[in-house]
């Protein structure tokens, strides 16, 4: 296997998994009626070698879900070796000593099953849905490739055309994506989050079996992973299967996580304009940094994705009345908070005129929105509406086995708890106005932002004879104030 | 010895190093009556354990000045033990099993001496200027305290202390210094030269004992540093000398340099403004990413040093006669290339505006300038004119012993050769009206570009009720193409 799902977790993968982050309890009880099973709870212990299993049952079909995370990303590489996560990932469909090469995904699907992996900032997750009397098979399995993968110096190597082609459709060749990676890049000041997740297309190039073995000595071990199933089964018969599998792996002490960097004070607003004439339309985009669930003061970080919710959501949310709908300035506008990630998180907002409208008319439409929410807030009406909203998107994806292993899976890999995942629901329900209020004058700060414009035409040729001043720039009348 | 002079090399120090990098060889015999020995040239030779050493003669006066240069710098702390290369060389002056507490400066100025340390991105090195029959003494402690450093808990927090200290009286304090860090930040999207050498306050906070230890012991051994003796002595006292101190000391066998991650591709232009009421006057900089001398194409470092002499620097340069003379738009401007890193350089300019005249108008008038020198270069007359007071200033900086050891130390510490050093004037000599004119069109760059505003305006603040939009940006009527 290849060519597999979201192996990067892209934005929609991000904002599917915030969708999907939130238990489901309370919001089942008061509102559904369907699926028949409606409070969904997880049930957790941990072997003996220190592997963290977590249980979630859903009897309505013989069928299960069964996910390895590692508590090791991107983010957690070494200088200079970017993407070597990733291509780990890739490699372990690799051969281990009883599989052979790229036979991993071939046996899950002749089993009638289906397998996938993913890799992010933070994670790498590992996983198969399949009937459930095979589960003894694919945990056995997974086991293996926990502590027997085998490289072979040939299959790395092809293998890294695979991933460095995997870079040239989803960023090399999308100005879009090259816009964000570059945005990252400067919204970080030190912090590994600003390297991309699939890595530097020159350190790409260079990674080496020799890169992706230590890797894996030092970061896959059972007391470094979380096992979540999901499905039609009970936790006893899990923990005897995991026991016999996994519970066979030795604990490897030295796993020890990599201090990250920190981010230093944003001092100051940052921009960027990247002009490509594969840029199909002009558009604005920002950053915001901003805290985690793991990093925010209680309360906050629900807070902000109720408010992003209202703001920039869908065609009811404040920027598309305004843009879209009320002064006709943009075409399309969106924008949500993403807070799922160990060490921080982030507030983006983005929008495409329409045609004969200046990116920096939509700008300044846009922060007129965002300004007046960092004064007076939102209205009842529309938190009321933003809370009912992530209710009904959590209960509809609960109703999914891999929606819900994705959201205990990954909170946990990044530090929280089942707890912390199961009063969710609860913690939305508690926001109130004033929250929000708060964490929009607190978070959506210019300083802590990129600006980020993508305009489709050739970019200036500084060897140009005669051509324009690549930078020239608007001269507003006051001396100093202004953006100049 | 608690402060000392230059430790992190800030602006100035890296320009006077370039100003004095360039060997004197040809401009002394064409130019020079004085001073009397005209043309310095260095011996070479490597002791057993592998520490390189270079002497250049001095005859003048019974003076020596006596350098170690390690091949280690603050781009090659581990992430987020920023801080820890300068530290270390604080630290560097506190006890070895011989020398106690503090005791190391206090010994050399006793023997009439003066001594100090620096630490760059690149680099760390100790010097001591001192009565050339003191140097077996200064010898001797040097190679001690290559080895044999002790570290006490209480002195080395005390320690931490003067280095948080000294950013904030530098950096801190400074808006201008902030501004440039943050520049920085931006400019590198993923190479450790985007983080300031003095640390990140946050993680200079943490800096341990033990991270101090881990530092020195990877990094500090004869076969990672070379001896630089400048003055009055000759090759083979010095090698006695350093056979019997130096030579002395084991080779380190596990010294190896991290591997530095190297900069993708630069696509789009950046900017940032920075607001501070501490800030006297509104400032114009712009960096853009270059080669070095290591980096570069041959002849192309030398052609981007002319250049920027021609462009920005002094009264006579392009951007003071067309912006201060003859626009009246600034009030003082300047700029310059520093080549001197190990993995890239760098071009600056900056531009601080008259009153009444704003930061946009600056910019403009810069980028005319600019522009104008990327199709058309430089005139025959403004190229020799660079040429020649290179060449004054190098014969100048010659005539200085720590100048001299400077030159050859930084330059073989980041990979250079004693030819490279000396060949430099003839380099320089070649470069023609069609170089500079090239490395002018390839490397103003602005995709490759850092733009700063510095505004002495209080930070707009985000909760502040009814505050204009932080981010009101001038609204040209253009829909896409200028800066929005």
Redesign the interface.
């Known amino acids: 296997m290849t060519i597999r799902g979201p192996s990067v977790p892209t934005l929609p993968l991000l904002r599917s998994f915030i969708a999907t982050l939130l238990g489901t309890l309370m919001l089942a009880t008061a509102l559904m009626t369907e699926p028949a099973q409606a409070t969904p709870k997880a049930t957790e212990f941990t072997l003996a070698n220190g592997m963290k299993v977590v249980v979630v049952e859903d009897h309505r079909a013989p069928v299960v879900t069964h996910m390895v995370w590692y508590r090791v990303g991107a983010a957690d590489e070494p200088?200079?070796v970017?993407g070597i996560a990733h291509f780990l990932e890739h490699l372990m469909f690799k051969s281990t000593d009883t599989i052979p090469n790229g036979e991993f995904s071939k046996i899950v699907s002749r089993l009638g099953g289906q397998d996938n992996a993913f890799t992010g900032q933070d994670v790498t997750a590992y996983f198969q849905r399949i009937a459930k009397d095979r589960l003894p098979t694919v945990m056995a399995m997974e086991a293996d490739r926990m502590v027997n993968l085998r490289l072979e110096e040939k299959e790395v190597l092809t293998e890294r055309n695979v991933i460095l082609e995997e870079r040239r459709s989803r960023t090399e060749n999308n100005p879009s994506a090259?816009?964000g990676e570059?945005m990252d890049?400067?919204l970080y000041?030190?912090h590994?989050y600003?390297?991309p997740v699939i890595g530097?297309?020159?350190?790409m190039a260079a990674l080496s079996r020799e890169d992706a073995m230590a890797f894996y000595k030092r970061f896959y071990a059972p007391n470094n992973a979380i096992l979540v199933v999901t499905g039609d089964v009970f936790p006893d018969e899990v923990r005897k299967l995991a026991e016999a599998t996994y519970g066979k792996v030795p604990a490897n002490p030295d796993v020890k996580m990599?201090?990250?960097?920190?981010e230093?004070p944003h001092?100051?607003?940052?921009?960027?304009?990247?002009?490509d004439p594969r840029a199909g339309r002009?558009s604005?985009h920002r950053s915001y940094y901003a805290p985690s669930y793991v990093t925010a003061e209680p309360g906050e970080a629900e807070a902000l994705d109720l408010l992003m919710k209202v703001v920039a959501s869908g065609s009811t949310s404040r920027i598309y009345r305004s843009l879209v709908v009320a002064d006709k300035l943009a075409a399309s506008t969106g924008g949500w908070y993403s807070g799922s990630a160990r060490d921080s998180g982030k507030i983006t907002v983005y929008a495409v005129?329409v045609?004969?409208?200046?990116?920096?008319?939509v700008?300044?439409g846009i922060?007129?929105v965002?300004?007046t929410v960092?004064?007076e807030g939102i209205t009842a009406a529309e938190l009321e509406r933003a809370k009912k909203s992530y209710l009904a998107e959590y209960v509809y994806e609960s109703d999914n086995q891999a929606s819900l292993a994705r959201r205990y899976g990954w909170s946990l890999t990044v530090g929280r708890t089942v707890k912390d995942i199961e009063e969710w629901p609860d913690r939305i329900a508690k926001v109130t106005l004033e929250d929000v209020q708060k964490a929009a004058?607190?978070h959506?700060?210019?300083?802590r932002?990129v600006?980020g414009?993508l305009?489709?035409?050739k970019?200036?040729d500084?060897?140009a004879?005669?051509?324009a001043?690549?930078?020239?720039?608007?001269?507003?009348?006051?001396?100093?104030?202004?953006?100049?």
Chains 1, 2 share one sequence.
Do not use: C, Y
């Open positions: 200088p200079g970017s090259l816009l570059q890049a400067m000041l030190s590994p600003g390297l530097w297309e020159h350190e990599r201090g990250r960097p920190m230093p001092r100051a607003a940052r921009r960027i304009e990247l002009k002009p604005f005129p045609d004969g409208v200046s990116l920096a008319a700008e300044a922060d007129k965002l300004d960092r004064r004058a607190k959506l700060d210019i300083r932002s600006t414009t305009i489709p035409e970019p200036d500084p060897t004879a005669a051509a001043p690549a930078n020239s720039a608007p001269v507003p009348a006051a001396r100093a104030g202004g953006r100049t």
